[in-house]
């Protein structure tokens, strides 16, 4: 098993670009989360999702958005990028919302 | 929301020594996660406990529902143990994280 994969590893956009983060997961998890974790703060939750078709908002959407059409992949999209989007992006799933999460490797993005 | 709070923010330590990182939370939790994220910025789950202690190797995880605390141990500290530890509450919401515990050991 692959776990749970992202690309790209790195990308550098400039201001008002758009892109998609891509995260797969072969393990059959019902839950994938997309988070970002800026220096010196915590993870913090931008969507999760229980479910093919199923999205919800975490803590930090704004500027973001998701799709789930299949079990496997979880895009996450972000839309005219801003200097504040610079992050490292972890996408996680889970086979229910209270077991442990798996973490794929993340996404380095810089926004100039 | 919860708050969750760790300490130290950064701990260093000589190889060999015990080494405990705390973490308190203020709204009670079905579960709480330990995390290492290590240098390379992989995350990798090490413990999910509701109560009591959980041994893995010379890793052992505690928490005490009541007083909203929960311990991580480390015993025979190496130099391949530094990491980030980040320690995670699940209450009816989502994980929430804490700022993590950068602990390096110093052969």
Avoid at chain 1, 28 to 37: A, D, E, G, L, T
Avoid at chain 2, 18 to 46: E, K, M
Wanted: with cysteine.
């Amino acid at each position: 098993n692959a776990g749970v994969t992202q690309t790209p590893k790195f990308r550098i956009l400039k201001i008002g670009q758009s892109m998609t983060l891509q995260c797969a997961q072969d393990m059959n998890h019902n839950y994938m989360y997309w988070y970002r974790q800026d220096p010196g703060m915590g993870l913090k939750l931008i969507y999760y999702s229980v479910g093919a078709g199923i999205t919800d908002k975490g803590e930090v959407p704004n500027g973001y958005n998701v799709s789930r059409s299949t079990t496997e992949d979880f895009p996450l999209r972000l839309e005219l990028a801003a200097p504040s989007q610079t992050s490292v992006y972890f996408c996680a799933s889970s086979l229910a919302g209270i077991n442990e999460q798996f973490f794929g490797p993340g996404t380095r993005l810089t926004v100039l | 929301k919860n708050e969750v709070e760790q300490s130290p923010q950064n701990l260093t330590a000589q190889e060999g020594e015990f080494i405990t990182i705390n973490c308190s939370y203020s709204v009670g939790i079905s579960a709480l996660h330990w995390l290492q994220q290590h240098p390379g910025g992989g995350i990798v789950s090490l413990f999910m406990l509701s109560s009591g202690k959980k041994k893995h190797g010379r890793l052992i995880a505690t928490i005490n529902i009541q007083e909203k605390h929960s311990s991580l141990h480390i015993t025979a500290s190496h130099p391949r143990d530094s990491a980030v530890y980040i320690c995670a509450v699940k209450g009816n919401t989502p994980l929430v994280f804490g700022k993590g515990t950068r602990l390096s050991v110093i052969a």
